[in-house]
């Protein structure tokens, strides 16, 4: 899936906005591909897979789109 950092909390975390969907999508820096936390900004194009995690729906796989 695709979908566009939204929201980056200094704690690590942070939200993916998708495409048609209402609710965004959680992600921890844990679950970075290929990308290191701090070279995120608010805006960049992600893909990612959705898992089920301890409070809904997260992103895990998170990776820069070229």
């Known amino acids: 899936m695709t979908g566009t950092i939204k929201t980056l ?6 939200f993916i906005s ?3 969907e209402t609710k965004d999508l959680f992600f921890h820096s844990k ?3 290929g ?3 701090d070279d ?6 992600v893909t990612f897979e959705v898992v089920e995690g301890e409070k ?5 796989n998170v ?3 070229a």
């Open 40 to 45: 995120l900004q608010v805006g960049n194009e």
């Open 9 to 14: 909390m200094d704690k690590g975390y942070g």
């Open 18 to 20: 998708r495409e048609g």
């Open 31 to 33: 679950d970075l591909n």
């Open 56 to 60: 809904g729906p997260a992103a895990v």
């Open 63 to 65: 990776s820069l789109v």
């Open 35 to 37: 990308v290191a936390f």
